[in-house]
């Protein structure tokens, strides 16, 4: 997915949620001709790093969450009960939020 297609649907998101009806405050907008692919990839590159430093069980629902695969299907992977898994991942997120903006 290009960036500005991240933007545009992260800035509707927010819209509709925050019931902006429709406005967005504080995105300027892209210029038509950006690209954004070697930026994408350099973000691309940099969360795998930070997943690749979690431990092995964080490294797999991560991985797994990312694929696509439910709570109870990455319980049953891991050895947690649906409930945990949601923690857990909320956890894991939290981390990777912190070290993402400490880059």
């Not at 995105?27 to 954004?36: H, N, Q, T, V």
């Not at 930070?50 to 991560?62: G, K, M, N, Q, S």
Request: with cysteine; glycine share 8%.
């Amino acid at each position: 997915m290009a960036t500005a297609d991240c933007f545009s649907r992260y800035a509707t998101a927010t819209s509709a949620t925050a019931g902006n009806s429709g406005r967005t405050r504080g995105y300027a907008p892209l210029p038509k001709d950006y690209d954004g692919a070697d930026e994408e990839t350099a973000l691309h590159e940099t969360l795998h790093e930070l997943i690749a430093h979690l431990p092995e069980t964080d490294r797999i629902i991560v991985t797994m969450h990312l694929e696509g695969y439910n709570y109870p299907e990455t319980g049953n992977a891991v050895g947690m009960t649906k409930n945990n898994m949601g923690v857990r991942l909320m956890r894991i997120k939290e981390r990777l939020k912190q070290q993402w903006n400490t880059i």
